[in-house]
């Protein structure tokens, strides 16, 4: 079977197409034919060394979509349709391959109404932004804070949040085309960081209050600022370091605030856990309340410049490789 594989952690040069054997179902798996994967910034973080527990050779991809070809005992229907993300392309061979083996409590069903695209660009971002909204403790009336309007998990984070009536939702742009493109698509309350700091924008928004919940997945002087950003009894969930690991923060917007910092990783949540995000995002979706971006389709061959693309370019939307 055709996959792209590091042979070695040399970034997305190194990734090359290769031919590997087609995986048997073993005890405790479900063989899908893999018909599109997602693009994201973890499998630049692994292609270039970054990550401690990934070792090479390796078939990056952490998300997908396929089709049940071997259910095993698990109790689901061949030929289903289905999406996943798990530590796939991390500690054992991903999704940019044409089959591999998935646990099946990583799989959610897919709705007709979701074509394979748009199903592979789902299950990292929206199951991030949708359980860290429920772990910021998000009701309705809530006034949130989601960078990266352009990126998977901040906007997945602004719409969610804004389908499930936040009170204010904002998130930010680098430049000034991005962020007329973000008003282009309806995403009202974005602070253009070319021409204003991202605290001064939030408190202009909101009038000084702040906000109640931040979900930051860029890093770097980011996670300072939109500690700054917050109101009092705030929190503040980090997890994605694309603009650094390292960060400088005024404890006094902690202590004065009463606000909150938490880290998070989509990977150590419960079966449970997924399983009722899944059940919160996919209506949302059916129905027409969210609407995820895709920008850019490569096929799996060109796998090394969808990569390139997302980390140099910084597309609006999701980048999605298909079979």
Same mark, same amino acid.
Not at 26 to 31: I, K, P
Not at 97 to 112: F, G, S, Y
Not at 127 to 138: E, M, V, Y
Not at 279 to 302: A, F, M, N, Q, T
């Given at each position: 079977?055709?996959?792209?594989?590091?042979?070695?952690?040399?970034?997305?040069?190194?990734?090359?197409?290769?031919?590997?054997?087609?995986?048997?179902?073993?005890?405790?798996?479900?063989?899908?034919?893999?018909?599109?994967?997602?693009?994201?910034?973890?499998?630049?973080?692994?292609?270039?060394?970054?990550?401690?527990?990934?070792?090479?050779?390796?078939?990056?991809?952490?998300?997908?979509?396929?089709?049940?070809?071997?259910?095993?005992?698990? $109790?689901?229907?061949? &030929?289903? %349709? =289905?999406?996943?993300? !798990?530590?796939? @392309?991390?500690?054992? +061979?991903?999704?940019? /391959?044409?089959?591999m083996l998935v646990r099946p409590d990583d799989?959610?069903?897919?709705?007709?109404?979701?074509?394979?695209?748009?199903?592979?660009?789902?299950?990292?971002?929206?199951?991030?932004?949708?359980?860290?909204?429920?772990?910021? $403790?998000?009701?309705? &009336?809530? %006034? =949130?804070?989601?960078? !990266?309007?352009? @990126?998977?998990?901040? +906007?997945?984070?602004? /719409?969610?949040?804004?389908?499930?009536?936040?009170?204010?939702?904002?998130?930010?742009?680098?430049?000034?085309?991005?962020?007329?493109r973000a008003r282009e698509l309806g995403f009202?309350?974005?602070?253009?960081?070319?021409?204003?700091?991202?605290?001064?924008?939030?408190?202009?928004?909101?009038?000084?209050? !702040?906000?109640?919940?931040?979900?930051?997945?860029?890093?770097?002087?980011?996670?300072?600022?939109?500690?700054?950003?917050?109101?009092?009894?705030?929190?503040?969930?980090?997890?994605?370091?694309?603009?650094?690991?390292?960060?400088?923060?005024?404890?006094?917007?902690?202590?004065?605030?009463?606000?909150?910092?938490?880290?998070?990783?989509?990977?150590?949540?419960?079966?449970?856990?997924?399983?009722?995000?899944?059940?919160?995002?996919?209506?949302?979706?059916?129905?027409?309340?969210?609407?995820?971006?895709?920008?850019?389709?490569?096929?799996?061959?060109?796998?090394?410049?969808?990569?390139?693309?997302?980390?140099?370019?910084?597309?609006?939307?999701?980048?999605?490789?298909?079979?």
């Amino acid at each position: 079977m055709r996959a792209i594989e590091a042979k070695s952690f040399s970034g997305y040069d190194g990734l090359l197409q290769t031919d590997l054997p087609k995986p048997k179902r073993t005890a405790g798996r479900v063989l899908v034919r893999v018909t599109a994967a997602g693009v994201t910034p973890l499998d630049h973080t692994i292609v270039s060394g970054g990550h401690p527990r990934a070792k090479a050779p390796l078939v990056p991809g952490n998300e997908g979509a396929g089709v049940i070809e071997d259910a095993g005992d698990s $109790g689901l229907v061949v &030929g289903s %349709r =289905v999406m996943f993300t !798990g530590p796939y @392309g991390v500690r054992e +061979n991903g999704s940019w /391959q044409e089959w591999m083996l998935v646990r099946p409590d990583d799989l959610a069903l897919v709705p007709d109404a979701i074509d394979d695209v748009v199903a592979a660009s789902l299950p990292v971002a929206w199951l991030t932004a949708q359980i860290a909204l429920t772990l910021a $403790g998000f009701k309705p &009336g809530m %006034r =949130v804070l989601a960078p !990266g309007i352009g @990126g998977s998990v901040g +906007n997945a984070t602004y /719409q969610l949040a804004r389908a499930q009536d936040a009170g204010t939702v904002i998130s930010t742009a680098g430049s000034a085309a991005k962020a007329a493109r973000a008003r282009e698509l309806g995403f009202e309350h974005v602070v253009d960081l070319s021409a204003e700091g991202l605290a001064d924008g939030v408190r202009r928004i909101t009038d000084g209050k !702040g906000v109640d919940i931040v979900i930051e997945s860029i890093g770097g002087s980011v996670t300072s600022e939109a500690l700054a950003s917050l109101g009092p009894g705030g929190v503040v969930i980090t997890l994605g370091y694309s603009a650094g690991r390292k960060t400088t923060i005024d404890v006094t917007d902690l202590i004065w605030k009463r606000a909150r910092i938490e880290g998070f990783s989509l990977f150590s949540q419960s079966p449970s856990v997924v399983a009722t995000a899944w059940r919160d995002i996919i209506p949302l979706i059916v129905g027409g309340s969210v609407k995820p971006i895709v920008e850019r389709v490569y096929p799996l061959v060109e796998a090394g410049e969808a990569l390139r693309h997302l980390i140099e370019d910084r597309p609006f939307g999701k980048v999605i490789l298909t079979m």
